[in-house]
């Protein structure tokens, strides 16, 4: 017998820019028989401006996990539902993944309509890495937990990046300063796609004295993102100078001697120093 449900679309809406929106985001409103929006409020003037009359109810931090399994259930029964967040791309740090997990666990057809993701737009732009990144959502509220969580990521060999609040954004960036080096290179992208558009690279220390200067940068909608942490590559070889010195210290001194002052004098493991010591003293015998 054939699969006669219904389908879940996740749909992406623009993040500014009311036409940054496809034409195939506007027809699947359109056609679908419900949109669950984060803000009815904040989706209605978007719906009426691409002429889409669908019915719209909220489906928000707060309701959602009640909300799924009646929308499953009315899914299973034909009806086709859109899910979209008050800007971009719906479960990227916005409500929606109680009813897109339960959808997938009953075996639902769920259909991403991509489009504007200010994630995506912002790194695209920024000049920093975009190869290997890390998100990390919306940060936490309380100075300490950003310490830490900042500690955490302080090594990280790829790009992270995150949400912040404008209201947040100062302190933010000093927290960020507590932790890395104030020559650290950051970018940070505000109101993306909108008329005060705006896309920085600096150094963080760089970067708060242009916050502390110009107020209409802690305005808007901010992405802010971490350049990789630079991870010096550690030898596997001892060079011609560091070779020689190990050499003139074993003629003088123990092994064990030799490696500890030529580790002390050259910064090298002291495991690949005496890996050497042992070669050289398997030559001479």
Not at 64 to 81: D, M, V
Not at 126 to 144: A, E, I
Not at 251 to 259: D, M, Q, Y
Request: hydrophobic share 40%.
């Amino acid at each position: 017998m054939p699969n006669q449900h219904g389908k879940l679309y996740v749909v992406a809406t623009p993040i500014g820019n009311l036409a940054d929106f496809s034409n195939r985001a506007i027809e699947t409103l359109q056609q679908v028989d419900l949109i669950c929006a984060e803000d009815t409020r904040h989706a209605r003037p978007l719906l009426q401006h691409h002429g889409i009359t669908t019915h719209c109810i909220a489906l928000h931090q707060h309701n959602e996990q009640q909300k799924a399994e009646g929308l499953i259930q009315k899914i299973k029964q034909g009806i086709s539902i859109a899910i979209i967040s008050d800007a971009g791309t719906p479960l990227i740090s916005d409500p929606g993944m109680p009813v897109v997990a339960l959808a997938q666990a009953a075996g639902i057809k769920v259909s991403p309509i991509p489009g504007a993701c200010a994630l995506i737009a912002a790194l695209c732009a920024s000049g920093l890495g975009v190869t290997r990144f890390s998100f990390l959502g919306f940060l936490p509220r309380t100075s300490s937990a950003r310490i830490s969580l900042f500690k955490e990521q302080k090594n990280n060999s790829a790009t992270w990046v995150f949400y912040e609040s404008c209201h947040r954004i100062d302190v933010c960036l000093k927290d960020l300063a507590s932790v890395l080096p104030a020559s650290h290179e950051i970018a940070i992208a505000r109101e993306i796609t909108k008329l005060h558009e705006t896309i920085v690279k600096s150094s963080i220390q760089e970067m708060l004295t242009l916050f502390a200067q110009d107020s209409n940068m802690q305005r808007g909608e901010l992405v802010v993102m971490v350049s990789a942490a630079k991870i010096e590559k550690k030898p596997d070889a001892l060079n011609e100078q560091q070779l020689n010195t190990l050499k003139i210290l074993l003629t003088e001194c123990s092994i064990k001697t030799a490696v500890k002052l030529t580790a002390e004098l050259t910064g090298l493991r002291k495991k690949l120093v005496y890996q050497t010591a042992l070669e050289l003293s398997d030559i001479r015998k």
